[in-house]
């Protein structure tokens, strides 16, 4: 029997990534509506064709002055309607009333807020009084004071939040081109597996693996594609291998790549491409036995069957590799700082990941939350469903003693 030659897992990550880099081409990209682009990412730098604004607009409802003209009496020459340009100009000890967001007209500098003017004819429109004194540039925002023509206003890698498509679309880009999103292959097996609506007789589970990971996927910018469930046959992972190599751009193979007879995933990964395995066994649970390829350019995972470790460790390997493949980093994780609730025995050797239930903690010295540790095991799904999150104990470490003060990585 094969045993593992294990890496830590930032070394395992490491070679993956430089691997990755050397042997791939260009992002391969697609020009989509902008506002279908929610957490896409940008392949391009975008430069500004336009300054935003474009027009000198007041940012209150008041009047459109020269600021040398206050404080004192004015005289109103006008109003500027909402949504269009005016010929008016204010020359010293005029006004022009103004709303916000409106065109400041030219001549003035400033605008003094409806609240600081006394009226002294009931229109409106004839002679104003303030006691404001204001500056040059007061309660107006200057032509392209968010954004100069020309500029670089976002970055290739940029993953596109709200603000970016709405940014985008301030400035008439109503397309935008963007990484492909990868099609992800994940393919279960095992004799004992079978679909979540069947009937399971005893020894049966539920394949339940590729819903999550297909959940993950979607979330992080994949493609899932359902490649059904192998058996425990060596021809079956060698075509459904060389279909994957054809469909897809990653490929995850669940179960299958440990050292028993019946692991089948190391042999026929290392014939789907070059240069094949660069990492099998990592020194990490749950998932030692994960296994980390490069097959022709694409990436290919191997990861341990049971639920908790599948989900854990393409939680923490697959999720970046397809933000790199797609030209990023991925989103940085939600951490909490908490107290821990109880005390945890970890191996020393292994970088232990375990899940707990965060609350809001009372009469705490350090921090507002408590971290309670959830015993489990790694086939037992619902371990994760009661968690909040994942603390990591650190390889060299075997002991963490309540009160001690730990990061919580949240699942959402």
Request: glycine residues 10%.
């Amino acid at each position: 029997m094969r045993t593992f030659d294990l890496l830590t897992p930032a070394d395992a990550m490491a070679k993956l990534n430089a691997a990755l880099d050397v042997t791939r081409g260009a992002v391969p990209t697609e020009t989509i509506p902008t506002m279908d682009a929610y957490h896409r990412v940008l392949v391009r730098d975008v430069q500004s064709p336009i300054p935003l604004p474009e027009f000198r607009r007041s940012t209150v409802d008041g009047y459109a002055v020269r600021a040398g003209s206050t404080p004192g009496v004015l005289r109103v020459v006008g109003e500027v309607r909402m949504g269009e340009l005016t010929g008016l100009r204010i020359k010293l000890g005029d006004a022009a009333l103004v709303h916000t967001g409106g065109n400041i007209p030219e001549g003035a500098d400033a605008v003094v807020m409806v609240e600081q003017v006394k009226l002294l004819d009931s229109s409106g429109l004839g002679k104003i009084q303030t006691q404001a004194q204001l500056s040059p540039g007061e309660n107006l925002i200057r032509e392209g004071e968010d954004v100069q023509a020309n500029e670089v206003v976002m970055r290739a890698g940029a993953r596109l939040r709200e603000q970016e498509i709405g940014g985008l679309l301030s400035l008439g880009m109503t397309q935008v081109e963007v990484a492909a999103r990868p099609r992800v292959a994940l393919i279960a097996s095992g004799d004992e597996v079978v679909p979540p609506d069947a009937q399971t007789q005893p020894g049966q589970v539920r394949n339940i693996n590729t819903p999550m990971l297909a959940a993950l996927v979607a979330r992080n910018g994949g493609v899932p594609l359902d490649f059904g469930i192998l058996p425990d046959k060596r021809e079956a992972f060698e075509e459904t291998a060389r279909r994957a190599m054809r469909e897809a751009d990653v490929i995850v193979f669940m179960a299958g790549s440990s050292v028993s007879e019946r692991d089948f995933t190391p042999d026929v990964v290392n014939g789907m491409g070059r240069p094949g395995i660069l990492v099998h066994g990592i020194a990490f649970r749950p998932g030692k036995p994960t296994l980390f390829a490069l097959c022709d350019g694409k990436p290919v995972f191997g990861l341990p069957g049971n639920p908790i470790s599948a989900l854990v460790t393409a939680s923490l390997f697959v999720v970046p590799t397809l933000w790199r493949w797609q030209g990023c980093a991925a989103p940085h994780p939600n951490i909490v700082p908490a107290t821990l609730a109880a005390d945890v025995k970890s191996p020393r050797d292994l970088e232990h990941w375990f899940p707990v239930k965060v609350e809001k903690a009372e009469r705490l010295e350090i921090g507002d939350w408590r971290a309670e540790p959830i015993s489990t095991k790694s086939n037992l799904i619902f371990g994760l469903v009661r968690a909040s999150g994942l603390v990591c104990v650190p390889i060299g470490v075997d002991y963490l003693a309540a009160g001690t003060q730990v990061n919580v990585r949240l699942f959402d």
